[in-house]
């Protein structure tokens, strides 16, 4: 089975400043790892994802995320954020097709505010 | 269509109610999921169908609860003599992979909010 742990509810910062929103996930087996947005009143639309290859990925929205297996994290940034980007943010693993297992596990989300 | 739609967007249902929601996914998408996310929370895992099978129900928190896909495209979850409980949102996603996971992109709807009162 796979957790993944959002460690911040809630990220304020201010517009044009640069954000990490953390995500730390236990398995015991290779998973994929992904980052969606949900706006409000939306559903979750996908920022990136990793597979494999480079641990660096680069997203939509200028948004980018590091794949750091010995710490088990997938942190996302952004060098600069928007008023636009205020939304909430969910970190989600998924086992690759040897585990059988197709469905996303989802962290509780943090909530990315931002303040002119 | 162009993404997930889901219906109906809203619903009030007085407990101890029937309720059924609808999923329609992606043209020819194989895979079809139903997430439960509850107000403040990530969403979680319902159930999953590859075409018409459903083949991973461990996510359904009741015997209250039924999900089908008859016909391999359109989906419904059902929810039985409806509790307090059971008031959050109920996302459907779809994707293309079929029987092997490639790590296709999901696509999700923009749920169906159910309060029950």
């Known amino acids: 089975a796979q957790s993944v742990t959002q460690l911040d509810s809630q990220v304020p910062v201010f517009e044009e400043a640069p954000v990490e929103l953390r995500c730390n996930y236990s398995?015991?087996?290779?998973?994929?790892l992904f980052w969606y947005v949900q706006y409000p009143n939306q559903g979750l639309q996908l920022l990136l994802k990793?597979?494999?290859?480079?641990?660096l990925v680069k997203g939509i929205n200028g948004f980018e995320a590091e794949f750091n297996k010995s710490q088990t994290s997938f942190h996302l940034r952004k060098p600069s954020v928007h008023i636009s980007d205020t939304a909430e943010y969910f970190c989600?693993?998924?086992?690759?097709?040897?585990?059988?297992?197709?469905?996303?596990?989802f962290g509780s989300g943090t909530r990315l505010q931002v303040q002119p | 269509g162009a993404g997930v739609s889901q219906s109906p967007r809203y619903k009030v249902a007085k407990r101890g109610q029937d309720v059924a929601l609808r999923c329609d996914p992606i043209?020819?998408?194989?895979?079809l999921f139903w997430y439960q996310q509850a107000l403040g929370q990530g969403p979680e895992f319902l159930t999953y169908f590859q075409n018409e099978a459903q083949l991973d129900k461990s996510g359904l928190p009741s015997d209250r609860f039924f999900a089908e896909r008859p016909e391999g495209s359109v989906s419904t979850l059902k929810i039985q003599r409806t509790q307090q409980e059971d008031s959050a949102v109920y996302l459907c996603a779809s994707s293309l992979e079929g029987q092997g996971f490639s790590g296709n992109t999901i696509y999700f709807g923009e749920g169906s909010w159910l309060t029950v009162v």
């Open positions: 043209s020819g998408h194989v895979s």
């Open positions: 989600a693993v998924s086992a690759p097709m040897d585990t059988g297992r197709r469905a996303l596990t």
């Open positions: 398995s015991s087996v290779s998973v994929y």
């Open positions: 990793y597979l494999s290859g480079s641990t």
